[in-house]
C-alpha cells in the first residue's frame, strides 16, 4: 500500500474517533448508540460541516475510501488536485476539468464544497507547479498574474464553493517548518 493512501486511512480512522467523541458528548443523544454506525452519522453528529479530502483518484482504486467518504462526511475540501490548475502558468490555458469533477460529485452528492488552494507558498512542495520555480519577471508582474489567477478561478466558481483556503503553508520559510 503506498504510504499516502495509508496515511488516507489513517485520518479516515482518527475522523471516525473524533466523531465519536463529539457524537457521545450530545447531551440530546448521550445514552442512543444503536444508530451511531448508521450511513450518516459522522455527517449528522455535529452542527458544522465534517468533511474529508476529495481524491477522485482513490474513489477508483478503494471502494472503502469511496463509500467511507461519501456516506460518512457532509462536506469536502479539493486537494492538490485543485490546486494544480495552471501547471504551464501565464499565455496558457487553465485546466479545469478535475475541479469541475469535484463539484458535480458535491452537487450530486449533496455535499458542501471547500476549495483548495487559491496560494500555495510552500514552493519545495512536489506539486508546485514549474513555472513559478521559473519566473523570471518582477514582483509587481507575479502579484498580477496571481491575482489574475485568482479572480479567475473565484468568479468561475461563485456560489459552488462554500469556502476556500486561500493561502496554504505561508509561514513555513518564516518560522523554519518544513521540509
Not at 109 to 129: D, I, Q, R
Request: charged share 20%; glycine share 6%; hydrophobic share 40%.
Amino acid at each position: 500500500m503506498n504510504k499516502f493512501l495509508f496515511k488516507i486511512k489513517i485520518a479516515f480512522f482518527f475522523l471516525i474517533v473524533l466523531s465519536a467523541m463529539m457524537y457521545s458528548c450530545k447531551k440530546e443523544n448521550t445514552t442512543n448508540f444503536d444508530n451511531f454506525y448508521s450511513p450518516t452519522s459522522l455527517a449528522r453528529s455535529a452542527s458544522f460541516p465534517v468533511g474529508c479530502p476529495y481524491e477522485p483518484h482513490f474513489y477508483a482504486i478503494d471502494s472503502a475510501y469511496a463509500s467511507i467518504s461519501k456516506n460518512e462526511f457532509n462536506s469536502i475540501t479539493g486537494t492538490v488536485e485543485m490546486y494544480v490548475l495552471w501547471p504551464n502558468g501565464p499565455g496558457t490555458d487553465i485546466d479545469f476539468t478535475k475541479t469541475d469533477l469535484a463539484v458535480e460529485y458535491a452537487r450530486t452528492n449533496k455535499k458542501t464544497l471547500n476549495g483548495h488552494v487559491l496560494a500555495w507558498y510552500y514552493f519545495g512542495f512536489e506539486y508546485a507547479c514549474p513555472w513559478i520555480f521559473n519566473f523570471s519577471g518582477t514582483k509587481e508582474e507575479f502579484e498580477e498574474i496571481y491575482k489574475t489567477y485568482i479572480q479567475r478561478v473565484v468568479r468561475r466558481y461563485k456560489g459552488k464553493f462554500t469556502s476556500y483556503n486561500v493561502i496554504n503553508e505561508a509561514v513555513n520559510d518564516i518560522l523554519g517548518v518544513g521540509e
